[in-house]
């Protein structure tokens, strides 16, 4: 690994107060890291299916290229390698970064000059590559992510990264668009590419998080993880973690599969939809998981998984209610902006609680089985959705998953005790970072001070 000379973890870092020259620094690389993951997915959701359609390509082929999805999925398969193959140069989450972030900018690129009528396998190509590409760099962001940030700074530098990884919508979903009818789709995309160059050059310049270990041979990369992992929850412990992986999100995720449908059933158009649905849907989400970053910062991780899902399910009741007065525009105002201040917060608390409960040494392979388990609902359960609104109506709908909701809120009294918050616990040997692992109620093993050395500019 790169060698880098280590930040010392001061006492007010022990006693969980923040150095903010540090932390200010360590927001600034989420956000740029954030926005660089977000940018490539947006590009194949947002900008490539106006790009076929406009070449005339038909909805049923267009239709196929949500399979784009199966690597953010199932990157948790080649997650070990991130883990274990690198430059030493370079470290191992720079490694990858760079190594997805500079062809990233050039396929995008690319694909603007090809013409979908004659070369849509060659667009079809490309674009499998971005996705594979795109899912292997949040693979090695969101590892460099746990690694940089102590236990006391994940909530609120999550909550920007995702932010961020939001925001980047705007520029395939929004600029491109924009580009295309003023000048060519060659410039939308070259453009939407020169987005990644923030990114690039952060990578170039950043340090790596020191950590001891360093997987070798097929063993240490791909199964010592899951040991790991298993030898520190227990059996019983691990069975429940990925249970409430799955449930948490569950009734929200469900309740939000079908919403665009929802409101044209409701009788809204589709710019009351645009102006005030998506709007403050937008708006309330953001501003919810900035504030459940700064809220985090004063009561943890653990009391905001209970806090902020109590706001999520029961926002989801807003719904119901909406359904029942149909074409109420405050009622329309009201059950959006519950809603998505719901997903803000939950999504904020949620994520910090997965990147706290990876173990330093093994925090990609980790993430990305923690993040893949965490997406199961969206790939199994929400394609369910249609046939039970046809067969229940949407009033009980929404009431089925708000009650879908709360087995996932059961599972806090196991996973993240209310009154477990994290606990300063001893080192794990070579399993840690060099210092004491964080533990809490669902027995993390992030070190607090792997987000205290490196990492800085």
């Not at 990925?242 to 309740?255: E, I, R």
């Not at 119901?320 to 149909?326: D, F, K, N, V």
């Amino acid at each position: 690994m790169a060698s880098n000379s280590s930040v010392p973890v001061t006492a007010a870092a022990r006693k969980g107060k923040l150095d903010f020259s540090r932390f200010s620094l360590n927001s600034l690389i989420c956000m740029i890291l954030g926005f660089s993951s977000g940018l490539p997915l947006f590009m194949l959701v947002s900008l490539a299916p106006i790009y076929l359609r406009t070449y005339g390509v038909d909805l049923r082929t267009i239709g196929l290229f949500a399979l784009l999805m199966f690597p953010y999925n199932w990157k948790f398969l080649w997650a070990p390698l991130c883990d274990s193959v690198f430059i030493s140069s370079f470290g191992r989450r720079r490694t990858w970064m760079l190594g997805t972030q500079i062809p990233l900018l050039g396929l995008t690129a690319l694909m603007g000059y090809c013409s979908p009528q004659t070369e849509l396998n060659l667009v079809s190509a490309l674009a499998v590559a971005v996705a594979v590409l795109s899912a292997t760099q949040d693979i090695a962001v969101d590892a460099y992510r746990r690694e940089l940030l102590s236990d006391r700074e994940l909530g609120f530098g999550t909550s920007i990264h995702v932010n961020f990884y939001r925001l980047s919508a705007l520029v395939p979903g929004s600029l491109a668009l924009i580009l295309s009818d003023l000048c060519s789709w060659q410039t939308a995309f070259s453009v939407t590419a020169l987005f990644m160059l923030p990114g690039i050059f952060l990578s170039l310049v950043i340090r790596e998080p020191q950590v001891r270990h360093r997987a070798r041979g097929f063993s240490d990369a791909v199964v010592r993880p899951f040991s790991e992992f298993f030898s520190r929850m227990g059996l019983k412990g691990a069975v429940l973690f990925f249970l409430f992986l799955f449930a948490y999100k569950l009734g929200d995720s469900m309740a939000t599969a079908l919403i665009t449908p929802f409101y044209t059933d409701m009788g809204f158009t589709p710019t009351q939809i645009g102006t005030t649905a998506k709007i403050i849907g937008t708006t309330a989400s953001v501003v919810g998981a900035l504030a459940g970053g700064l809220i985090m910062l004063k009561i943890g991780i653990n009391r905001a998984l209970w806090y902020f899902g109590l706001v999520q399910i029961i926002t989801i009741l807003g719904f119901a209610w909406l359904s029942q007065c149909r074409q109420d525009m405050a009622v329309l105002a009201i059950a959006v902006a519950g809603e998505y201040l719901g997903v803000g917060l939950g999504t904020a608390s949620f994520t910090a609680f997965i990147a706290r409960s990876t173990n330093p040494a093994h925090t990609a392979t980790q993430f990305a089985l923690f993040t893949s388990i965490a997406a199961l609902p969206r790939v199994l359960c929400n394609s369910a959705t249609g046939f039970m609104v046809e067969h229940l109506g949407w009033f009980t709908f929404f009431c089925v998953c708000f009650l879908l909701a709360v087995p996932g809120m059961l599972l806090l009294f196991w996973v993240a005790p209310f009154s477990g918050e994290e606990q300063e616990a001893s080192g794990s040997g070579d399993e840690s970072s060099g210092s004491g692992g964080g533990s809490s109620g669902s027995g993390s093993g992030a070190g607090a001070a792997a987000g205290e050395q490196g990492g800085r500019a």
